[in-house]
């Protein structure tokens, strides 16, 4: 009916009216992602289309395939830079869901002690205990709980795994003598029921034995708290231990190097360079499917489809995208060689990590979107008054001279560098495969971040903004979403300047911008 000459729509035909259109809104992803048309895309550049919220946000499960048999249940990685990713920032980042990648700009055997301090961390059964013997001294415990951080620890006969078991000691113990009061298990008892003994009995250990009273493995009260506080902990379902993954670089010497490794108990590699498709990380994925069957590997880095297809056939289980895309690589500016961010990332046949670029929630779940998972940012100091992290590319100088036998001649660094025993080894002139070169292309900055707290606050306020944007789409997991996106029902929109500067606070005199409380 006419409202002053004006006919509007009967709310009786409004859901039928739609299929008078020839299409839906928006763009399908493959019109979005045709560069032939509109170049190659940064996150920046595009939205996606709401959807129908029929759900709360806390019903949304972001799990998603880091490798090709790795799930994790948050899609959070950060990178094995010597700024980012040491092993405090691996265990927190495990435990809350993600995982982190421990960088080998440093000595192997001082990686490999922080692959074993990820995986001692929370264990579940724990099958390769530090063990003692009766003949031990109170020092060794003492220098025990000193580099790894506990002191519960089973004495046996023998002082090794699978000798009778004899005692226990405990840090109340160390001024006495050792615990032969125990409680023990039987070998072939479930996760559960042991947790229910140590909660029972309030013991710290819980020695599993077998029918000989032969110590088999042992588990730990303080995991029991931590499964309570930490749901979300990447784990190994056989094991119950965290996730450990770790970077090597593709020269000879890194074979032995992931040799130690692996004997860590390592369950993801990635492999460490600026362009991944190289005869040397070729035949490197192919020496350590052979060497190494069960470890995944991540390969990397690339940006074409013609690059990643190489290292897939070679049998990567997953992939790092992105050449010149972080906030502190030059690549792009200095070799003319990269692709933007969102481009690079679409489309590749294996889970695939988004390295680079990802500035904010909104950049994760279009990462997401086009079939990817994401990245995270050490150590923090005070510059001008507010606290920062000292964050340096992999390509910068300082990188690359890190381990160098310091001349004479003192440099002035304005930014601090990352606290590390020294060390001969550097990944950051074989990731740019500059080790014989006479003079050093930086393809990388050293600069500093605004501090934005604790990763243990920052990865639940990244987790639960995933939670809200997919609300807001329509779709309740990672899997509806990419199987949206591919069937054209997940709709994008591309952002022409001005839509970008509308999309972003505006027209205010000034503002306080606070992400998460």
């Known amino acids: 009916m006419p409202v002053n000459g004006i006919t509007y729509l009967d709310p009786k035909f409004a859901l039928e009216h739609l299929s008078t259109?020839?299409?839906?809104?928006?763009?399908?992803?493959?019109?979005?992602?045709?560069?032939?048309?509109?170049?190659?895309?940064?996150?920046?550049?595009?939205?996606?289309?709401?959807?129908?919220?029929?759900?709360?946000?806390?019903?949304?499960?972001?799990?998603?395939?880091?490798?090709?048999?790795?799930?994790?249940?948050?899609?959070?990685?950060?990178?094995?830079?010597?700024?980012?990713?040491?092993?405090?920032?691996?265990?927190?980042?495990?435990?809350?869901?993600?995982?982190?990648?421990?960088?080998?700009?440093?000595?192997?055997?001082?990686?490999?002690?922080?692959?074993?301090?990820?995986?001692?961390?929370?264990?579940?059964?724990?099958?390769?205990p530090v063990v003692l013997s009766p003949s031990?001294?109170?020092?060794?415990?003492?220098?025990?709980?000193?580099?790894?951080?506990?002191?519960?620890?089973p004495i046996t006969d023998t002082g090794v795994v699978g000798g009778k078991l004899v005692g226990i000691v405990t840090a109340r113990d160390i001024q006495f003598l050792m615990t032969t009061d125990l409680v023990t298990a039987q070998q072939g008892i479930t996760l559960t029921e042991a947790n229910?003994?140590?909660?029972?009995?309030?013991?710290?250990?819980?020695?599993?034995?077998?029918?000989?009273g032969e110590l088999i493995s042992l588990l730990a009260r303080s995991d029991l708290l931590k499964n309570q506080s930490y749901p979300l902990a990447s784990k190994n379902p056989k094991s119950k231990q965290l996730y450990a993954a770790a970077a090597v670089g593709t020269r000879p010497s890194d074979r032995d190097r992931l040799a130690l490794l692996v004997d860590a108990g390592l369950d993801i590699v990635v492999l460490d360079s600026s362009q991944g498709?190289?005869?040397?990380?070729?035949?490197?994925?192919?020496?350590?499917?052979?060497?190494?069957?069960?470890?995944?590997?991540?390969?990397?880095?690339?940006?074409?489809?013609?690059?990643?297809?190489?290292?897939?056939?070679?049998?990567?289980?997953?992939?790092?995208?992105?050449?010149?895309?972080?906030?502190?690589?030059?690549?792009?500016?200095?070799?003319?060689?990269?692709?933007?961010?969102?481009?690079?990332?679409?489309?590749?046949?294996?889970?695939?990590?988004?390295?680079?670029?990802?500035?904010?929630?909104?950049?994760?779940?279009?990462?997401?979107?086009?079939?990817?998972?994401?990245?995270?940012?050490?150590?923090?100091f005070y510059h001008e008054g507010k606290r920062v992290k000292a964050y340096r590319g992999m390509g910068s100088l300082e990188a690359m001279e890190q381990g160098q036998a310091k001349s004479g001649i003192k440099k002035n660094g304005k930014y601090p560098a990352p606290k590390k025993a020294a060390t001969i080894e550097n990944a950051a002139t074989s990731r740019y495969f500059s080790e014989s070169s006479a003079v050093k292309v930086a393809q990388g900055v050293s600069g500093d971040v605004q501090d934005k707290g604790s990763v243990k606050a920052?990865?639940?306020?990244?987790?639960?903004?995933?939670?809200?944007?997919?609300?807001?789409?329509?779709?309740?997991?990672?899997?509806?979403?990419?199987?949206?996106?591919?069937?054209?029902?997940?709709r994008f929109?591309?952002?022409?300047?001005?839509a970008q500067v509308e999309g972003g606070v505006h027209g205010l005199n000034s503002y306080t911008k606070r992400l998460f409380a």
């Open 21 to 128: 259109y020839k299409r839906s809104d928006g763009l399908a992803v493959t019109d979005l992602m045709d560069s032939q048309v509109h170049g190659g895309l940064t996150y920046n550049d595009f939205l996606l289309l709401p959807g129908k919220i029929d759900f709360p946000a806390s019903d949304v499960l972001t799990e998603s395939h880091v490798t090709r048999n790795v799930i994790l249940k948050t899609p959070f990685m950060s990178s094995p830079m010597d700024t980012v990713t040491e092993s405090q920032m691996a265990i927190s980042m495990a435990l809350l869901g993600g995982i982190g990648v421990i960088h080998h700009n440093q000595s192997a055997e001082s990686q490999a002690a922080m692959v074993r301090a990820v995986k001692r961390h929370e264990n579940g059964f724990i099958s390769d």
């Open 136 to 153: 031990h001294l109170v020092e060794d415990v003492l220098d025990i709980k000193a580099r790894l951080g506990f002191c519960g620890i």
């Open 196 to 212: 229910d003994i140590l909660r029972d009995s309030k013991k710290g250990k819980l020695p599993i034995v077998n029918e000989t």
């Open 277 to 380: 498709n190289s005869i040397f990380q070729i035949e490197m994925i192919q020496w350590i499917k052979s060497t190494y069957p069960k470890l995944e590997v991540i390969a990397g880095n690339v940006v074409t489809r013609e690059q990643a297809a190489s290292l897939i056939a070679a049998g990567a289980d997953g992939l790092r995208v992105g050449m010149g895309s972080g906030s502190i690589c030059i690549t792009q500016e200095v070799m003319a060689v990269g692709r933007p961010q969102a481009t690079a990332v679409y489309a590749f046949g294996v889970p695939v990590i988004a390295d680079g670029g990802i500035g904010n929630v909104g950049h994760i779940v279009k990462a997401l979107a086009l079939g990817a998972g994401a990245e995270a940012p050490g150590e923090y």
């Open 458 to 490: 920052f990865l639940p306020y990244l987790h639960v903004g995933v939670q809200h944007s997919f609300q807001d789409i329509g779709v309740r997991s990672v899997a509806e979403f990419r199987k949206g996106v591919a069937e054209g029902r997940v």
């Open 493 to 498: 929109e591309l952002r022409t300047a001005s």
